[in-house]
């Protein structure tokens, strides 16, 4: 059996593919899926790749089954000797045991099948390790490997069971007369089916005189099972000679095994079985991955999506807050009714002498400056509506995930507590307001370098006409109408004229948008920062846009190269 070279390039490929299959997010196909992502890439590196860089190499048998079925009777039963423990003898078949002819041992001596188990000779090398026994008495092109239990109570012996078995040229079944109908061996045993190992079924502990009654059963069962092409041995319940089986009962199954080993053209067809089965599986069983990887998507654009929701209702809040006039309440309205009401204002607007006078006043006196209170307790009350409103976001968000898959178990491994904002938020948001004040300061500067304008502004003072501005800010639901500002309720207003007397109708129209526009975008900068706490670890555990489309890639490339193998 001749393959072109492409083919284990493509296997190679598609192996690489889905050991970097993105699974990370808990979604329901998420562990199904990495048990089977770890399967594939087991065996393209246990079997797969070595048995296509080396056709001609002897038959790996693997002798696997139920618990107590006597696989290790009769592996030692097949060699004539005592070459594996069995029973109680052998606490846990941890370390699995390959027996093969010393001139085939150079076959087995290296990484080239089975890479992950460390070899050893002259006994058991405990956990993670492959028994190498050399025997005259085992024909060249054959070896026998004793697995550990397909349901052993520990899981470590299981997960070893099915790698090993799937490591197979052929695998020899052994179970009993009363445990045949067993589920979790005939799991393993459609799982043969599906790849389309090279089978052969030992039923063990036949009561004498009711083969002819179990073996058609068993057959039938095997035939509904879509194997009815694997070999039925039977083997009486007879006493043990030595430990091992009446040779009549093991002699059939030996010979066999023999003649495959002897004959190339035979245990090529063994391999090719195998080998094409094998290959062929691996399209539908990356396909599942790739699906398992299309839900991580799914489940991190959800995930993504109700983050964003939760920040847009926030930046929404914020927007409402802002527009609705309710920030101009409590020590805003205070500080605002003392700017205007205490005439202060007016008299700027009067003299610039008054106003100088005020501020030298206020300076030896330590009497508070109104424009300074008014625009520290604007700052504090956007500070205040920007938390509460961040503060609603992250628990809406961790809610949300609570219930999402794939949510929970990315709340779990974060570093910090995701239903309250970040620790730096506080502080960030305090200077993107300060910041903003700065920014409208600039807009009124702007604004008041005309010579009639500027003479007016100096009039008033930079600060008091800030402080307006913002005031407007925050004071208009569809922007200024007439030039009217309005505060929170109506209990003090502001004359129309007022700010016009310095900027101007249009002007105060122009200063409001922008400066509500420039706060705006800095509410989205927060929140949307607040936001990527959330998005980040999406994205650290989130398949890439390709990831599913890779494996489906890579698995048409193996299908086509299989086919021009055909």
Partial sequence: MTLPARLPEALAALRDAVAAAPLGLATPGAEPARRAARGVVEQVDDYLLPRLRDLDAPLLTVVGGSTGAG????????VGATVTAPGVLRPTTRAPVLVCAHTDRAAFEGDRVLPGLARVTGGSGGPGTLQLVARDDVPPGLALLDA????????SNRELAAQLLAAADLWVFVTTAARYADAVPWDMLRTAQERGTALAVVLDRVPPGAAAEIAPDLAGMLERAGLAGARLFIVEERPLADGRLPEDQVAPLRRWLHALAADAEQRAAVVRQTLTGALASLEDRVAGIARAVDEQTRAATVL??????AYTAAYDGVDEGV?????????VLARWQEFVGTGEWMRSLQSSIGRLRDRVTAAFTGRPNPTDDLTGALETSVETLLRAEADRAAERTVTAWRALPGGPDLLAGADEDLDRVSPDFPEAAAAQVRDWQGYVLDLVREEGAGKRTQARLLSWGVNGAGAAVMVAVFAQTG???????AVAGGTTAVGQRLLEAVFGDAAVRSLAARAREDLQGRVDDLLRYEQGRFDALVDAAAPPPDAAAGLRAAAAALTSARVGAS
């Avoid at 993504?304 to 929701?309: H, K, M, S």
């Avoid at 527009?323 to 020590?331: Q, Y």
């Fill in 304 to 309: 993504r999506e109700a983050a964003a929701a």
């Fill in 323 to 331: 527009r609705s006039g309710s920030l101009l309440r409590g020590e």
């Fill in 71 to 78: 696989k290790s009777t009769l592996v030692n039963s097949l």
């Fill in 148 to 155: 550990p239990d397909v349901d052993s109570v520990v899981e």
């Fill in 479 to 485: 922007g200024l109408t007439g030039g009217e500002v």
